[in-house]
């Protein structure tokens, strides 16, 4: 770059009879307008992000926020938190995808920048107070609020949004966790979350229910029936997310019950019970998560 400058100085020297601005004043304002048009492009090509709209989940505890990223591929991960209801002694509710995660489950396309955000954890029927954290790859981030108006959540087990408090919680109380899922044989949303608040706040979309279930591998795996009967003789995936994703039908290894009892931490996978033909509540399947 500076030999081409004195180049070009030289050469209108020999043709130019006033005074020519000396070659380091000149060689200053190019450089002045260099690092200028440096900062014009780091500005016009900064990452961000612009929150487009949300749409329902496929319960009133799930939502995904639409938002578009430029440039397209500048996401890193991103982080929501719900805030908790005032008076509640709850921690909130957080979790953080990346942008590998995200792309993987069709979330996010890295040549348009369009992306979905699920959001779960939702208190229902209520204007719920979501903070975006979004990363990029070049170490910045950007914050945003964003309010989510949920629909009422219909308890067809009629047990959750009504409970019989035996003794509730204080602000003075410390505990170990905030929520806990509940196994239930009633309804047709299995399982269900519920915080130590005595708020649900996430209710498997399943159309069925099953005691058999347990939390496994950021996920909830489910004693179901296949798709192709009504009897439960397989195992399905629950993403937080609301996605269901049938695992296996163990039918072909002769289980007439997929979830007869519990589903437990085994040595390598998860231990479940089930039946078979020939023997009731007495065998237990070790199992991987696919």
């Known amino acids: 770059m500076k030999s081409s400058v004195w180049i070009t100085l030289l050469a209108a020297s020999q043709f130019l009879l006033h005074p020519l601005p000396s070659a380091t004043g000149a060689n200053l304002s190019r450089k002045a307008k260099a690092k200028a048009n440096r900062a014009n492009l780091a500005i016009m090509t900064a990452p961000s992000v612009g929150i487009i709209g949300q749409a329902a989940g496929p319960t009133p505890f799930i939502s995904q926020i639409h938002v578009s990223v430029s440039p397209a591929d500048a996401l890193k991960s991103v982080q929501f938190t719900i805030a908790p209801k005032a008076g509640s002694v709850t921690r909130p509710v957080s979790a953080t995808y990346t942008a590998n995660y995200l792309q993987a489950r069709t979330y996010l396309n890295t040549g348009t920048g369009d992306a979905f955000i699920p959001v779960f954890g939702l208190y229902e029927n209520f204007s ?163």
């Open 128 to 290: 719920n107070t979501v903070t975006l954290t979004f990363s990029f790859t070049d170490g910045s981030s950007q914050q945003n609020l964003v309010t989510v108006s949920t629909a009422v959540w219909t308890d067809t087990c009629g047990e959750y949004k009504n409970p019989t408090v035996i003794q509730s919680r204080t602000n003075s109380t410390s505990l170990s966790y905030d929520y806990m899922m509940i196994k239930n044989r009633c309804g047709s949303e299995s399982p269900v979350i519920m915080d130590t608040d005595g708020q649900v706040r996430w209710a498997g979309p399943t159309g069925f229910n099953a005691f058999g279930s347990m939390l496994f591998g950021n996920g909830i795996y489910i004693s179901s029936p296949p798709p192709s009967s009504g009897n439960p003789t397989s195992v399905s995936r629950l993403d937080f997310d609301g996605i269901m994703t049938p695992i296996h039908d163990y039918s072909d290894i002769g289980v007439t019950w997929s979830g007869h009892h519990n589903y437990d931490p085994g040595r390598d996978g998860m231990l479940i019970e089930v039946n078979t033909a020939s023997q009731t509540e007495s065998v237990i399947l070790e199992i991987d998560s696919s």
